[in-house]
């Protein structure tokens, strides 16, 4: 028996018939034509599915799209919507992906991340993204691009309250 669910989706309310058994994942790839999360391992492993839901990180392979009514849920679209982040721009400097397959999942996770720490270690930058496999760059470059995508924010943040603290 299908039921109608609300949730905003990168920003804006919307709103889709679902079953009680669909996963999120095909709901978002099928109905709401959200092509950034991928099939992957559809058990939860790879991080390719990965989503903001109340801004934390989540495998959409592994939730009921049910259960998110009312939720709000951010995706890869979702977080460049004036261009690219910093973050993203960090991981184009550093060649970070070769084939992009992962990518949607890591940039999701290191935003989570930086926003709870924004300027993480590496080994902090491994341990957030440890649930994200990438079987094409050895990770040393999405590290360094996390790092330096934290040292930026900082950066920007800083000159931005020297800024207002110098505005009459």
């Known amino acids: ?40 391992c559809e058990r939860g492993d790879c991080g390719a599915c990965t989503i903001l839901l109340d801004g934390r990180t989540a495998r959409s392979c592994l939730i009921l799209a049910i259960e998110t009514d009312g939720h709000e849920i951010v995706t890869v679209e979702g977080i460049g919507r004036g261009g690219m ?31 709870r720490n924004p300027l993480p270690t590496a080994q902090e930058v491994k341990e957030a993204l440890g649930g994200n496999l990438c079987r094409c760059t050895g990770y040393e470059p999405i590290v360094e691009a996390v ?16 800024a207002q603290e110098d505005a009459p």
């Not at 309310?13 to 009680?20: G, H, K, L, Q, T």
């Not at 982040?85 to 970070?96: D, E, G, K, M, Y």
């Open 1 to 40: 028996m299908k039921k109608t669910i609300e949730l905003r989706l990168n920003g804006e309310p919307r709103s889709v018939d679902v079953e009680p058994n669909e996963v999120l994942l095909d709901v978002l790839r099928d109905k709401l034509g959200v092509k950034s999360p991928k099939i992957g």
């Open 147 to 162: 790092i330096e995508a934290g040292r930026a924010a900082r950066r920007t943040r800083r000159t931005r309250r020297h």
């Open 85 to 115: 982040t910093p973050l993203q721009q960090a991981f184009v400097r550093h060649n970070a992906f070769q084939c992009g397959f992962c990518a949607p999942g890591v940039v999701l996770a290191a935003t989570e991340l930086l926003q």
